[in-house]
């Protein structure tokens, strides 16, 4: 076969069609305007693979979890098991393993039931499209074409497709017939205006575009028709096509192989918010633990009294400072918030993706279908000098309604649906007293619909309704109505009323010209072949304005935006439409849309000068697919964490590029769901509002517990250090060690159940984990630790003193394993929260407080019961009590004290940074 296979690693056999013949097309692709013979078809569908877009296959449990192993908090730890089997301590490295294992097994289950949710709305298939098909008989000969159903996956290069209105364009098709053939290729361009498509013809040369939607003679996948029919041959499917995300060959000849993908245009792995965070604090850890474990080694092999313990100690200095439920705490953090996500409507499909959510600051959102509903309103209607007139959008309405009742086929487009809406409106009634004659409806070369109506004015009087473009409806108009009264158009006030239709479609908005006539009602024969010849070329009109009309905006898109900017979330409109629709839009949803960037002016910027415009940006206009992504990557090399809300085809590069991608109800086409982080099953805005409070707590709690973990590790590691240089034993046995531990994890895990933030952290974005801030953070409070302990070593020393080394042992095991539980529940909750209720104080949720109190009552009773003297711990005298009392009490006011200089951030603070190998 002549034409080009289609290999994954190879783009679509499609170049420029601009000057290339209908006949050089169908020979290229070995095809006919008979379509493809049965045989052919089946060997091109092995050969191509069937028409679908590429997505990511569901891994296997395997791959599942070889991912969870590669996640840096579950690397950390393992790590760390292996440390403390090396080092002897197999109760702790048993310990560690369970909290590992339970901590992945909660990530694999909640984002395989999250991915099974989003596939539940997974619901709407991709349908089937016309094809012409010709089967071989006996003989060999072909049979006559025939058309017939088939699926879009059916579909193969060389096909014959027909297209009616309300069909989809099941894969990429250069026309070869057509008439009237109007598009819809919002999903694709984000532009909600039809675009007229003709076949080979005088509009050829101007096609210079290669897979673009602005080729005339191209019908993208993805793309409905809106009026008209059409047939054409199918040049490229699934990969290959233009959703496919394949970058256009240059100009040649159709057929001809092409060159592998460069590989810069190669998907590869992006790194999420929560990926950049988890290695920066994994990396934190493994170099404190090193640390530690080093002067572990030192501190015991200088101190008298130690040999062999010297390694489990040092190990256990080591072990010590890492946070041992860090990917329980995590996991189980996010899981609770993804569940509300669930009752909510949202479904998230990778776990990580509510904590990025979470550190979300930019959120870009394309305007159709989220803040708009993928349908036009009446703005206003218009006389020829500007003024409100309801009489322009009265006959506009009538010329829709005869024209969808008379037609050939009798069709309702957005435009109709507008104006007969405000029409019932305004008057229920007001089609009754109107009969509608003959219609003419619109075509994209006349770019007028006209209708003939018997009105109330006579029996036998009628009246020419036209409605179109402003140029075309000018062109055939001798007067115009104002204040009640005709006066001839002179060609002063032909260009006034462009000027102000170019004015209100600078605005954004969709305008038409509105014109009459009176004339006689057709008498039956001849009369009725002369009233039509009037109708398909109307003249000496009477022009009675302008109807202008806008995308009609989302009942609660204000109230969702404004929730949004109050939750300290910067919106952002990207779209392919127009700058003045969107800035419309905007304006309609409460946003202020400033100074739009469009496509052509972002793609004469490079990387630097736009990051620099995309951050004093509202809105972007006139944006391709790819201009979208690189949009998104210029937000967050700026140090942003961007999510990307869209529903249409022409979105998913952006999808895969943000941080958090998320799916609207309005994606029909499964290609969005696929790409997104987040699927949303109900409206958009909204329930994205409340995602973004529930995620933020899942932030602020995780955060908590990395803060007041490594503060509290670092302050015992700290004392232990000073302890073994100064005591003659281990400061605390392996097994007092383990039990301490375990009390300090069951009572963590009670921080993924709180509410830090009063609102559910709606005010302001968590600032997000970097290196140095949790280095900083970890260093003040653990030396405020560790000077607690040091005062209770003193105390002990004091209470020990005289008795013999091995009471002494005991009594300063028990006294350091009483004061460590306190001064955790002590530290857990004052550290929750920020140093003034201004901040957004609130109090400890119910699981804190138990787990707080539980840890009191454990280290107060424990070395007075069986299972204390079992672990080496006895119930101290009563004057300890009363001095560890005045120690905790000065403990709770340093803390008081040291807090006030790490406030969380207020509002309108810059809450994030770059997270790079520096940070």
Same mark, same amino acid.
């Given at each position: 076969?002549t034409w =080009?296979?289609?290999e ?11 000057g290339t ?6 020979r290229?692709?070995e095809t ?15 050969e ?10 569901a891994?296997?449990w395997?791959?599942r979890?070889?991912?969870q =192993? ?17 080092s002897?301590?197999?109760g702790?490295?048993a ?11 909660l990530?694999?289950?909640?984002e ?11 619901t ?10 010709? +089967? ?6 072909a049979?006559?074409?025939?058309a ?9 290069p ?7 209105p309300g069909?989809r ?9 057509s ?7 919002s999903a694709? %361009?984000?532009v909600?205006?039809?675009?007229? *498509?003709?076949?080979a013809?005088a ?11 602005d080729?005339?003679r ?7 028709? #809106?009026?008209? %029919? ?10 290959? $096509? ?33 990926? +950049?965070?988890a290695?920066a604090?994994s990396?934190?850890?493994?170099r404190l ?5 080093a ?17 489990p ?9 890492t946070?041992e439920?860090?990917l ?10 993804s ?6 409507g949202?479904y998230?499909?990778r776990?990580?993706?509510v904590?990025d959510?979470?550190t979300?600051?930019v959120?870009c959102?394309?305007?159709t279908?989220?803040?708009t ?7 206003a ?6 003024n409100?007139d ?15 009742d008379?037609?050939?086929p009798?069709?309702?487009d957005?435009v109709d649906?507008a ?9 229920p ?5 109107? &009969? ?5 409806p619109f ?5 007028i ?7 109330p #004015?006579?029996?036998?009087?009628a &009246?020419?309704? !036209?409605t179109?473009a !402003?140029?075309?409806?000018?062109a055939?108009?001798?007067?115009e109505?104002?204040?009640?009264g ?6 002063? +006030?032909?260009?006034a009323?462009v ?5 209100r479609a600078?605005?954004g908005?969709r ?7 009176e004339?006689e ?7 009725v072949? %002369? ?7 109307p003249y ?17 898109a ?9 939750a300290?979330? @910067?919106? *952002?409109i #990207? &779209?392919g ?6 800035a419309?839009?905007?304006r ?6 400033g100074?739009?960037?469009?496509g ?8 630097? *000068?736009?990051?620099? !415009?995309?951050?004093? @940006? ?6 391709a697919?790819?201009? *979208?992504?690189?949009?998104?990557? =210029?937000l967050q ?5 961007v999510g ?15 941080d958090?991608g998320?799916?609207?109800p309005?994606a029909?086409d499964?290609?969005?769901r696929?790409?997104?982080?987040l699927?949303l099953?109900a409206?958009?805005?909204p ?5 973004l ?11 908590n517990y990395?803060?007041?973990?490594l503060?509290?590790?670092?302050g ?14 281990l ?16 009572a963590?895990l009670?921080?993924?159940f ?22 900083r953070?970890?260093?003040l409070?653990?030396? #405020? ?5 040091l ?5 002990l +020393?004091?209470? @020990?003193?005289?008795l ?7 009594l300063?095991h $028990? ?6 539980l306190? &001064?955790?529940?002590v ?11 201004s ?7 119910w ?6 109190l539980a840890l009191?009552?454990?280290?107060v009773l424990?070395? =007075?019961?069986p ?7 006895r119930?101290?005298?009563g ?5 560890l ?11 008081l004290a040291?807090r006030?200089?790490?406030a969380?951030?207020?509002k ?8 790079d190998a520096?940070?």
């Open positions: 076969m =080009a296979r289609q994954r690693d190879e783009e679509a056999p499609l170049t420029q069609p601009a013949s209908d006949l050089q097309v169908l290229a692709l006919g305007l008979g379509g493809l013979d049965e045989w052919q078809a089946e060997l091109r569908l092995v191509c693979g069937e028409n679908t877009l590429p997505a990511p296959a891994p296997s395997s791959r979890v070889a991912a =192993a590669r996640d840096p908090y579950a690397a950390t730890l393992c790590l760390l098991v292996a440390v403390t089997c090396l002897g301590a197999y702790s490295a310990v560690l393993s369970v909290l590992v294992v339970a901590g992945c097994a990530r694999l289950v909640g395989v039931r999250a991915e099974q949710d989003a596939a539940a709305l997974r709407l298939a991709e349908g089937t499209a016309t094809v012409l098909r010709r +089967r071989s008989g006996a003989d060999g000969a049979d006559r074409p025939r017939r159903e088939l699926p879009f996956d059916q579909f193969v060389g096909d014959l497709v027909r297209l009616g069909d364009v099941p894969a990429d098709l250069l026309l070869v017939r008439s009237g053939l109007t598009l819809d290729q694709l %361009t984000g909600s205006l039809p675009a007229a *498509k003709r076949a013809g509009s050829t040369a101007a096609a210079s575009g290669l897979r673009s939607p080729n005339e191209l019908c993208l996948r993805g793309s409905t028709v #809106v009026r008209g %029919t059409g047939s054409g041959v199918v040049v490229a499917t699934g990969a290959d $096509s233009y959703l496919g995300g394949r970058p256009a060959p240059d100009p040649g000849t159709l057929g001809t192989p092409v060159p592998e993908r460069p590989e810069a245009t190669r998907h590869t792995p992006r790194r999420t918010a929560f990926d +950049r965070t290695r604090v990396g934190l850890l493994l633990t090193l640390l530690s474990g002067a572990g080694l030192l501190v015991g092999a200088l101190a008298e009294g130690h040999s062999w313990e010297v390694v100690y040092a190990a256990a200095v080591a072990v010590g400072l946070p439920m860090l329980l705490v995590v996991t189980a953090a996010l899981a609770r918030q569940d509300r996500f669930r009752r909510g949202v998230a499909r776990l990580t993706a904590h959510l979470g979300l600051d959120l959102t394309d305007k279908g989220t803040l509903r993928d349908r036009l309103t009446l703005d209607g218009l006389d020829p000098e500007g409100p309801p009489g322009p959008a009265h006959w506009a309405a009538v010329t829709s309604l005869v024209c969808a008379l037609g050939d009798p069709l309702v957005s649906e104006l007969l809406d405000a029409a019932w409106e305004a008057d009634g007001f089609a009754d007293r109107l &009969t509608g004659l003959l219609a003419v075509e994209p070369s006349r770019r619909a006209v209708a003939l109506v018997r009105g #004015v006579g029996l036998g009087s &009246t020419l309704s !036209v179109g !402003v140029e075309d409806v000018l055939r108009c001798a007067s109505r104002v204040d009640g005709e006066r001839p158009l002179t060609e002063a +006030r032909r260009a009323v000027a102000l239709a170019d004015a600078a605005d908005l305008v038409l010209a509105v014109a009459t006539a004339t009602a057709p008498a039956a024969g001849p009369g072949r %002369t009233a039509r010849r009037r109708a398909e070329d000496g009109l009477t022009l009675l304005g302008l109807v202008c009309l806008a995308d009609a905006t989302e009942p609660d204000a109230a969702a935006l404004a929730d949004l900017a109050a300290g979330l @910067t919106v *952002k #990207v &779209t439409d127009r700058a003045g629709a969107a419309h839009v905007c309609a949803a409460g946003l202020v849309p100074t739009p960037l469009l052509p002016e972002a793609d004469a910027l490079d990387d630097a *000068k736009l990051r620099r !415009v995309a951050e004093r @940006t509202t809105v972007f206009a006139l944006f697919p790819a201009q *979208k992504a690189r949009l998104v990557r =210029a090399a700026a140090g942003h964490t990307f809300l869209g529903d249409g085809l022409n979105d998913m590069p952006a999808l895969r590029a943000a958090v998320v799916s609207s309005a029909l499964p290609g969005p696929r790409s997104a982080d699927v099953g409206d958009a805005l329930h994205l509002a409340g995602a409070r529930a995620a933020r707590t899942a932030v602020a709690n995780v955060g990395l803060r007041i973990t503060a509290s590790n670092l015992n590691v700290l004392a232990m250090l000073a302890a073994g240089a100064v005591v003659p034993f400061p605390m046995l392996p097994a007092q060690v383990l039990t301490q531990n375990l009390c300090f994890d069951l963590q009670s921080l993924a709180d509410r830090p933030l009063r609102d559910g952290g709606a005010t302001a974005a968590p600032r997000r984990l970097t290196r140095s801030d949790l280095a953070y970890a260093l409070f653990g030396v #405020v630790n560790a000077c607690a302990d005062a209770t070593f003193a105390l +020393r004091s209470v @020990t003193a005289g013999h080394v091995a009471h002494s042992e005991v300063f $028990s006294g350091w394993f009483t004061e460590n306190i &001064t955790q529940a530290t857990v909750h004052l550290l929750r929260t920020g140093a003034r209720r901040d957004g104080w609130s109090p400890a949720s699981p804190v407080r138990v787990a707080n009191v009552v454990i280290g424990l070395p =007075a019961t299972l204390g003297a079992a672990l080496g711990l119930l101290l005298p004057e300890f009590y009363a001095f009392g005045l120690i905790l009490a000065g403990y709770a006011a340093a803390l040291a006030r200089f790490v969380l951030p207020s309108g603070e810059r809450l994030l940074r770059p997270v520096a940070t």
